[in-house]
């Protein structure tokens, strides 16, 4: 079975940060996913990005014994990056 791996809200709406999750495909281990944690979880997965062992991943990608599947929410806050022209910092 394909390892789950939620990071950050995702975690938080699962309780758990790993969990092992039936499906052959991205769209149905997120499926069981959505099932077994219900409206909260289902609600941060639509704005979260998903990846397989580590490459970004479409729903139709197979999964299957060995593999992690992670869930990355958006990540907010933080710093606007250097300016690389000038050198200077970004700010808000």
């Known amino acids: ?29 997120l499926s069981a996913a959505r099932a077994r944690y219900g409206a909260p979880f289902a609600e ?21 014994e060995g593999d992690e599947v992670a869930v990355l929410p958006p990540v907010s806050g933080g710093m606007v990056p250097a300016d690389p022209v000038s050198g200077g910092r970004g700010g808000r």
């Open 1 to 29: 079975m394909p390892t789950l791996r939620l990071f950050a809200a995702a975690r938080e709406a699962a309780g758990r940060s790993v969990d092992e999750m039936p499906g052959a495909t991205v769209a149905e281990l």
């Open 44 to 64: 941060v997965l639509a704005v979260s990005g998903v990846w397989v062992n580590g490459e970004p991943a479409a729903s139709d990608t197979a999964v299957g």
